[in-house]
């Protein structure tokens, strides 16, 4: 990069960091009777967005946008797989929950008893607890504490709590079968989060094989971030190879959600 091209950049760095700290620090009190003024968290953004935009022209900003897709994607891919592993932990609840009822119930004690204490270590519980204990819907109380995400589950739970009460079955041996089926169900997830894992594994050594490839051209004597980061047929083949392999990660993570709904 030559020593213009460094001025400019950092000019613009400079003026990006200015901005921000202008349009990021909140507003102040206001006059002593009225409301603070408000400034909406987007507008902040998208203002930044379009001083830099301004700022920036030619190959920088190609480079700002490109940086900025892949900042996108490795964010987004990031939350998929922290919400993955928040709803595995929670199915791994529900599963303790159901074996926990299961034995109370079969210990013969009270169901108000049984889901106090299981409220007391689970504290999402409480709303199910505290219907229970009003007399109010216990059943549509576990169906809304299903949706929560991994604790689909529960809603077999609502159904055998719903059909104890109303037929007057043993709601300690409806629980006890729904227990049994849900850790049948538990460990073919296991054995299919197995071949899922293997798989984003590969999927994620692919798409860093172009840098292994990038290190050894220039290890060879080649430039070949200077035809990419410098050159406009670079940055076209840089912009569609960071798409195309973008896409192929969002691509064997949608097709790997698929087959954990259907497991």
Known sequence: MTPVAVSIAALVAAGAA??????LVPPGPGAPGQEPARRHPGV?????????????????????????MVVAAAMALLR????RLAARATSRRVLELCESLSADLGAGQPP??????????????????????IGSDVPAAWRELARMPGAEDLRVIAAAWQLAHRAGAG??????????????????????DGELASARATAR????????????????????WGFLLGQPAGLACLAG????GLAGLWWIEAIARGVERAA
Do not use: F, K, N, Y
């Open 241 to 244: 190879g960071l798409a195309l």
């Open 80 to 83: 998929a797989r922290r919400e």
């Open 18 to 23: 200015a901005v921000a700290v202008v349009l």
């Open 205 to 224: 050594l692919v798409a860093g094989l172009p840098l292994l490839a990038l290190a050894m051209g220039s290890g060879a004597g080649g430039d070949p």
């Open 112 to 133: 108000g008893a049984v889901l106090v204490r299981a409220a007391a270590e689970w504290p999402a519980l409480a709303p199910v607890a505290e219907a229970h204990r």
């Open 171 to 192: 709601l300690a041996d409806a629980v006890d079968r729904v227990s049994r089926g849900l850790r049948a169900a538990q460990s073919t997830r296991r054995i299919v």
């Open 44 to 68: 902040r953004w998208w203002v930044l967005a379009a001083i830099a935009v301004a700022l920036l022209s030619g190959r920088l900003l190609i480079l700002a946008i490109l940086a900025a």
